[in-house]
């Protein structure tokens, strides 16, 4: 029962729900129509990842695909090498922040963004019912280890930064890699750009030091290290090295929500343009595209990370994201990517040589409130419907749930896409404000 299948991939418990055997048909299933092609490979440091890797070669070599076998890679790493190697789609083996017994596979497009639900369902659909073509001898994929996925991410990432105006303010930084996949290309990104590096839960070898969701209680230790190393700032990945949250130097956890406000200041100051975000995200984004004017309006996206990547190419935004630290260049890689978070961050600092819990405090200030509720399809359907008829006053918006904006705050309702409950999200300026708003709609069940 704990196997999770979503638009963002599979995930479960190893050993329980996750077992070579589905390893293989999901990798066949994702390779089938593949066949004759590359797809590219990469797995996060959990000890699990060593035998699913093998699963899925074997799933993809049978379906006839040729498999670049990238050893431990992130995701935004393996979304690269799609793209470097001219790839029909890649498969990174993580269960992202889920802690270690989980494993998982995201599967990836051509492009190197996430697979739409629609391209999801069809894997699915195809995992479950067929049909496989497995190749016969002469045509089985071959097998080529390629170890450049770091190198290539970085060159990419530096590509979007001012390097001489970062090394010049010669900052000391704590990374904390969680022992994840990031810690070898997050370290070499931050040495590249001048900084003097402390460097946390290193070790690679996917025994998570601390819980690998980056929320402020698990990132405790690396505001003790920021602290304590008199650091100007402090960077969490999550083992996947896809999110990123930051410690200011206070050794305040800012929260994910300021990566992307970060981020867009970053590149909203040299490149004013259109950005994505999706609704459950801040309203920060929205106070920082309007500092900077007409080209900088943010396009609203439903939640799932494919959605952003599809408006950030209608749109031809500058950049998109997502409020749990999911940051998204387009000059660098289509999917979220802490290394282009870190350069964009310290981008902005090079620019604004104050101490960094100032560039912070300059951040339009919210407070959000999550609530999780009960909710099939038929309730939520007319609880969302009630909740239409009392927005009176604000602007609804309904592409995924419904958000609806009022001048002092706004609250999303929308169904999760994995379990039977319904996640409502509120911001408004203070606390009181944003539980009358959850208060507001709750109400209404
Ligand atoms: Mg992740």
């Given at each position: 029962?704990?196997?999770m ?14 077992t070579p ?20 490979i ?16 074997a799933?993809?070599?049978g ?23 001219s790839?029909?789609g ?17 599967f ?72 994840g ?12 750009l ?12 996917g ?17 003790a ?31 994910e929500?300021?990566t ?24 920060m ?23 952003v ?7 031809h935004c ?28 310290l ?27 009960d ?40 169904g ?17 404000t944003?539980?009358?708003?959850i ?7």
């Open positions: 029962m704990t196997l299948m979503s638009v963002s991939g599979v995930r479960g418990i190893v050993g329980d729900s996750l055997e589905l390893a293989v048909r999901l990798a066949s299933a994702f390779g089938t129509p593949l066949a004759g092609s590359t797809v590219v990469g797995r996060d440091t959990r000890p699990s990842g060593d035998m699913l890797k093998s699963a899925v070669q799933g993809l070599q379906a006839g695909c040729r498999v670049v076998d990238l050893g431990v890679a992130t995701t935004p790493g393996v979304a690269v090498m799609v793209r470097e190697r790839a029909a890649g498969i990174v083996i993580t269960a992202s922040h889920n802690p270690s017994g989980w494993n998982g596979l995201k990836l497009t051509a492009e190197g963004s996430a697979l739409t639900a629609r391209q999801a369902s069809a894997v699915f659909a195809r995992f479950r019912d067929g049909p496989f073509a497995f190749a016969s001898h002469d045509e089985c994929g071959e097998v080529e280890r390629d170890l450049s996925a770091a190198n290539r991410h970085i060159v990419r990432v530096m590509q979007i930064v001012d390097a001489a105006a970062v090394r010049r303010r010669q900052l000391n930084v704590v990374l904390d890699s969680i022992n996949a990031g810690g070898a290309s997050g370290r070499m990104l931050l040495e590249h001048g900084c003097q590096v402390t460097h946390i839960n290193a070790d690679a070898g025994r998570f030091a601390h819980g690998p969701e980056p929320t402020a209680e698990n990132l405790a230790g690396l505001g290290a920021v602290r304590d190393n008199g650091a100007d700032v402090g960077f969490a990945q999550d083992p996947d090295a896809d999110r990123l949250a930051i410690v200011d130097d206070k050794g305040r956890y800012i929260g929500e300021c992307l406000a970060l981020a867009a200041r970053s590149v909203l100051s040299k490149t004013p343009g259109p950005v994505a975000a999706n609704l459950s995200t801040s309203r984004i929205d106070d920082i595209a309007r500092q900077f004017g007409a080209p900088a309006v943010v396009h609203r996206t439903a939640v799932g990370e494919a959605n990547v599809e408006a950030i190419r209608r749109h500058v950049l998109g994201g997502e409020g749990n630290g999911g940051v998204i260049d387009p000059r660098v890689v289509l999917v979220r990517d802490s290394l282009t978070s870190m350069a964009l961050v981008g902005l600092m090079a620019e604004d040589w104050r101490p960094v819990h100032h560039v912070v405090d300059d951040l339009p200030q919210y407070v959000m409130v999550k609530e999780k509720f909710a099939d399809r038929a309730g939520l359907g007319a609880w969302l419907e009630r909740v239409r008829m009392s927005a009176e006053g604000g602007s609804i918006n309904d592409m995924d749930g419904l958000r609806i904006d009022w001048p002092e705050g706004w609250v999303h309702v929308r999760s896409n994995t379990e039977p409950v319904a996640r409502v999200i509120a911001e408004a300026a203070d606390d009181r944003a539980r009358a708003l208060e507001r709609v709750t109400q209404l069940r």
